[in-house]
């Protein structure tokens, strides 16, 4: 027997009403703002000026609540990604979508990154990367690994990103200087390789990386497609 909805429950804010999507909304809107906290029940409450016990009544536990927030995060993923590109580029629009969202909700992306929400969006992620590696060249369990491998790589290199953003201001200053000021003060003998490319390791950016990361992994795609059509 299916389970009847439960009706909307008022806040405490005049005329305003508690509902899955309104909790949804404001636990974004809480990690919109950097916040580490953002999937506390009380922090929750507070946002939405309602008794945190209501919350309940719309989510059986906090973990169903932040696979619903995830899920709707990569909403925002996937209508980032512009109709009629072909494979190569509908996986480079889904892996700059998910690290722009990751750096809009950090605590979301960082929570999530080794989780499966088994809802809609999820579904059709899954599905364009499957159609993207299928169009590539690729079947059966091949289509399978590099769907995963894509997948799951992009999604630690966001996940790494968010969790970054949620360091305390020192602790992400010390990290940045680390290049500066640790990796150049190294024994050269020691580390001829740190030593030689010192100014290069303080250069880099996480852009650099994440293009780098995101060609090579299309690169595989097509080199393991190009493989087995001349095999």
Same mark, same amino acid.
């Given at each position: 027997?299916?389970?009847t909805p439960a009706a909307p429950v008022r806040s405490k804010r005049a005329g +305003?009403?508690?509902t899955p999507d309104a909790i949804i909304e404001a636990s974004l809107r809480i990690a919109a703002r950097g916040s580490a906290d953002a999937f506390t029940i009380?922090?929750?409450g507070e946002e939405l000026g309602a008794d945190p016990t209501a919350i309940y009544r719309h989510f059986r536990d906090k973990d169903e609540l932040?696979?619903?927030?995830?899920d709707r995060s990569l909403g925002e993923v996937l209508a980032s990604i512009p109709p009629g590109l072909d494979w190569k580029d509908r996986l480079r629009a889904l892996a700059a979508g998910s690290l722009a969202v990751a750096l809009k909700y950090? +605590?979301?992306a960082g929570a999530m990154t080794s989780? @499966? @929400?088994r809802r809609a969006n999820e579904f059709h992620v899954v599905e364009l990367i499957l159609g993207a590696v299928t169009e590539a060249g690729l079947s059966g369990a091949e289509a399978v690994v590099h769907y995963r491998m894509?997948?799951?790589s992009v999604l630690a290199f966001v996940g790494q990103r968010a969790e970054y953003l949620l360091l305390e201001p020192d602790a992400q200053a010390s990290d940045d200087a680390a290049w500066t000021v640790e990796y150049r003060r190294v024994d +050269?003998?020691?580390f001829p390789h740190i030593t030689a490319l010192g100014a290069e390791l303080a250069a880099v950016t996480h852009d650099q990386i994440f293009h780098t990361r995101v060609e090579a992994l299309i690169s595989a795609v097509e080199l393991r497609a190009e493989q087995l059509r001349d095999a």
């Open positions: 027997m299916s389970k +305003a009403q508690l009380r922090r929750l932040l696979l619903s927030v995830f950090p +605590a979301v989780r @499966t @929400t894509f997948g799951d +050269a003998r020691e």
